[in-house]
């Protein structure tokens, strides 16, 4: 009890609550016949990636913005980058252990798999450099550049046992549960921003 005691002053109640139902949405999902149980980790997978390409393209549009809005200050920005980068290396954990739990490892060459590891050291080198200088200019293009980055390098990657939408194919109470989960990740990425600006005012 003194343990989420501790974790609860530090972490909002609101973000706890809505990791909680996530999982538990995860737990409570239908499975499929070929993957089983696997399937609740590529729900997480497929949330998660969801969570950071959205936050992503939000710190793109922040970070046009800024560029016209001199004394714009970029604290909600660096709470988007820093947030989508917890996001995405999550993802492409979760990602790489359903991999090597479906096909019995991790194929380097598998483009996606590729695609993933660029995307989380360009978002974590964009995010050290924008924090670390002053040029107000350079973080909005930094921001920009990455949002732009994340799309150009996802959409041309290449798939050889990744499939294009694992869901798309699958029956409604599948697709039904992965957009609830969906939009639950998507709603704590949005208390994870305001958690972080938060903490680092």
Do not use: C
């Not at 996001?87 to 990602?95: K, S």
């Amino acid at each position: 009890m003194d343990i989420l005691r501790k974790i609860s002053k530090k972490v909002p109640v609101a973000l706890i609550f809505t990791l909680f139902i996530g999982f538990l949405l995860i737990l409570l999902s239908p499975e499929d016949k070929e993957l089983g149980a696997i399937l609740k980790l590529i729900y997480l997978h497929g949330a998660l990636i969801t969570a950071g390409l959205s936050l992503f393209t939000a710190a793109g549009l922040v970070s046009l913005i800024s560029l016209f809005r001199g004394r714009m200050k970029f604290k909600m920005l660096f709470a988007i980058e820093k947030t989508a980068v917890i996001f995405w290396v999550a993802a492409t954990i979760i990602g790489d252990l359903t991999s090597v739990l479906a096909w019995g490892g991790i194929n380097p060459g598998e483009p996606r798999f590729a695609a993933t590891i660029i995307v989380s050291l360009i978002s974590v080198g964009v995010y050290f450099i924008s924090t670390s200088i002053d040029d107000r200019k350079i973080i909005s293009l930094l921001g920009i550049g990455l949002a732009v980055s994340v799309w150009v390098i996802m959409g041309s990657a290449g798939k050889i046992l990744h499939p294009d939408n694992p869901f798309s194919a699958s029956e409604q109470s599948i697709k039904t549960f992965f957009f609830l989960i969906s939009l639950v990740f998507l709603a704590a990425s949005v208390l994870t921003v305001r958690w972080i600006k938060k903490m680092e005012t």
